[in-house]
Structure formats: structure tokens, C-alpha cells
């Protein structure tokens, strides 16, 4: 991710997470570990696809403790495999602990859509048509959600509503018809903006493009009359194919010619990438004396990592 786009959208998020899951304290793991002890934990894939989020994971751990320190064996983007060891996170105990839930799940998520859309816009290799997302994203999520879009290899569509202008089925309603709302978008939004229509039917999409927009949505059309949509259409304005779009829509697609085929599967129902934190080892012995409630059997013990399909 964009370092500042990290530091700005991403991390006041991260924070929030981190507060939703500690209120005050987090009260296991004060209880077993002194606030001084060090320790170290290994990230390691328990199945395939592509990784994706490091950075927000690092970044998780280094706000609970300045200090800590995450050595990768992978990069952003790369293909992991069940069984490798990913990485080595080093800092208190105590941030390793807490932070751990919030790391993994930003990270599993983001390496699940990132896998997905990986499957996906391979599809379109070779051909015309970029495969993007929308904004079906989970809320407060979009950030990293279309992040991991783009780390998989698809393209991002609009990133909110001041983004781009998007002429939908109400939009329509409510201007009164498509040329009134394309002319009303011409008038309102800067120069610099294109405007797409959403089309239904081959009559909306012959007033589109009379009406003059940039970019024509064939939403939710079978694929004879999307082919003679972009007959008619005859590359006066963009052309985007969307409406259910998952892996299996996506291959009917391929042959169309399209610009753009858009697919809310992409973040909406992207599996999450199982991962995990196991084998944690506490460094600095001498800090444990200092928690009284802790046994010294259970201070040179590994920290068993839930699982995550757990809490």
C-alpha cells in the first residue's frame, strides 16, 4: 500500500480495530506476561494463493509496540504455499498477543481477495477487457479491500461516490430519463470527469449514447444482447459489463470485447486465505519474574495461536 495512504486512511482504521477488540485491557494476556517481556512469533500459510497486506500487518504490531520489527520471507503479491513459513514477528509479548487477531484478519482478507482476483482477471489475459472491482466492499474496509484488488492483478473501479459520476436506475428516475441526467452530471462535475451510464435494455443504451456519455454499463444483459449493445454503441463511449459477475460469469465474458467487465464478487465474496500465527517464543526470561500470577512452567511455554475459523 501507498505509504501514505497507510499512514493517513489505514492506520486510523487499524487503530479503531485494535480498540474494538482491547476496551481496556486485554485481560489473558496481562495476566500471563509481564508488559516487558520479549518475545518472537512465526507467520506461516496453512494453504495456497496469493499473499497480500504485509504492510497493515507489520503496521498492527508496530502501533501496540514502536519497537517491534517484522522480518518477511515473502513479498507483497507473491504466491505462497500451505506449510511456508512467511515470516518472523519480534516485539513484546504482549503486543504479540493482543495484536495478533487484528493482524491476521486484515491480512487473511486481503490475501483471500487478492487470490480471487488474481483466479479471476486471468481469465481476460491477453485480451481487451480489465477486469475491476466496486463498491461492494465491506464497510471500513474499502481501503484495504481495494488494495488487494489491485495486488491480485484486477483494476479498481470508482473508489467512492466523489469519485466518478455513476448514472444508475434511480439516478435515471429521478433526473426524468438518461439525457436529462447525463446533461445535468455535464453541468454540476468539473470538465475533467467522465460520466457513465447504466443501461438495462438497448434503447437505454442507444439514448446514452446519443446523450453523449463516456462510459455505457451493460447491466445484467444476456450475452446476444450485450453483442449487440456494443454493435450499437461502435466505439462511441466505453463499454462495461457487469451484473453477478462471479468466476464462472466472468469465462461467458471473455469473448465480448468489452473494456471493462466490473465484479462485485471480487471483495464481497472472496474466501478469506487461512494463515497463522504459531510457535511463539518468549526471548527475555528474566522479565517473566515480574508477573506474579504467571507459574514458571507456563512462562517458557509457546502461546497457542487460535485458530482461524476461532475468535
Do not use: W
Not at 256 to 282: E, F, N, Q
Not at 291 to 310: H, I, K, N, V
Amino acid at each position: 500500500m501507498d505509504p501514505i495512504a497507510l499512514k493517513l486512511q489505514a492506520e486510523p482504521l487499524i487503530l479503531s480495530a485494535l480498540r474494538e477488540d482491547i476496551t481496556s485491557e486485554d485481560v489473558t494476556t496481562a495476566s500471563v506476561i509481564s508488559a516487558d517481556a520479549m518475545g518472537e512469533v512465526q507467520l506461516i500459510a496453512k494453504e495456497d494463493g496469493v499473499i497480500c497486506g504485509l504492510d497493515v500487518f507489520a503496521r498492527t504490531f508496530e502501533l501496540l509496540d514502536p519497537a517491534a520489527r517484522t522480518d518477511l520471507a515473502v513479498t507483497e503479491g507473491d504466491d505462497v504455499r500451505a506449510g511456508q513459513l512467511l515470516g518472523t514477528v519480534h516485539a513484546r509479548v504482549r503486543a504479540l498477543l493482543s495484536g495478533e487477531r487484528t493482524a491476521l484478519n486484515y491480512l487473511q482478507r486481503m490475501s483471500g481477495i487478492a487470490t480471487q482476483a488474481r483466479s479471476m482477471a486471468a481469465l481476460f489475459a491477453g485480451t481487451r477487457t480489465q477486469l475491476v472491482d466496486t463498491r461492494k466492499t465491506t464497510p471500513n474496509m474499502r481501503v484495504f479491500e481495494k488494495e488487494a484488488v489491485l495486488v491480485g492483478g484486477a483494476g479498481n473501479h470508482r473508489y467512492n461516490l466523489s469519485d466518478g459520476v455513476l448514472i444508475k436506475d434511480n439516478h435515471i428516475d429521478a433526473a426524468g430519463g438518461i439525457t436529462e441526467a447525463v446533461e445535468a452530471c455535464r453541468a454540476h462535475v468539473s470538465f475533467v470527469r467522465k460520466i457513465e451510464v447504466e443501461c438495462e435494455t438497448l434503447d437505454q443504451v442507444r439514448e446514452a449514447v446519443e446523450a453523449g456519455a463516456d462510459i455505457i454499463m451493460l447491466d445484467n444483459m444476456d450475452h446476444a444482447t450485450m453483442a449487440e449493445a456494443i454493435r450499437i454503441i461502435d466505439g462511441r463511449a466505453k463499454t462495461e459489463a457487469s451484473g453477478n459477475v462471479d468466476a464462472a460469469k466472468a469465462a461467458t465474458l471473455v469473448d465480448l470485447g468489452v473494456d471493462y467487465v466490473s465484479s462485485g464478487a471480487l471483495t464481497h465474496s472472496a474466501p478469506i486465505l487461512d494463515l497463522s500465527l504459531k510457535h511463539l517464543r518468549v526471548l527475555d526470561a528474566a522479565a517473566q519474574g515480574d508477573s506474579p500470577a504467571m507459574p514458571a512452567a507456563a512462562a517458557t511455554a509457546p502461546a497457542p495461536s487460535p485458530s482461524p475459523a476461532g475468535e
